[in-house]
């Protein structure tokens, strides 16, 4: 049997690649943002947080690592999904196809 939509094919190869590399930035971020604004102190006092707290560059940090990561867990999550949807609407369509040639084939 003839495959078809290849184009359908490769764009859902390219959503599930896309869904894995937002999974990866989302871990990344999960890391690299505690450590970027640890050291952000002074730039919270330069824009006017005179009254922060030693340490809130951190804290910040944490929390927007946290909320980044979960985000690019999301959204890789649901890119890689709709990757994989376009397979299985490919695949039903291919057994719909299969069946009915065999259906008359039996007539």
């Known amino acids: 049997?003839?495959?078809?939509?290849?184009?359908?094919?490769?764009?859902?190869?390219?959503?599930k690649i896309i869904g894995v590399f937002e999974m990866i930035i989302g871990v990344a971020?999960?890391?690299?943002?505690p450590l970027i604004l640890s050291e952000a102190d002074a730039a919270f006092i330069q824009f006017g947080f005179a009254n922060a707290a030693p340490g809130i560059g951190l804290i910040i940090g944490v929390v927007a690592g946290a909320l980044a990561f979960l985000t690019g867990l999301v959204c890789g999550l649901l890119t890689f999904s709709l990757g994989e949807l376009f397979n299985v609407f490919i695949a039903i369509e291919e057994n719909t196809r299969a069946s009915v040639i065999l259906l008359q084939a039996q007539k």
């Not at 049997?1 to 959503?15: E, H, S, V």
């Not at 971020?29 to 943002?33: A, D």
């Open 29 to 33: 971020s999960l890391i690299m943002l």
């Open 1 to 15: 049997m003839q495959k078809r939509f290849r184009g359908l094919n490769f764009i859902g190869l390219l959503l």
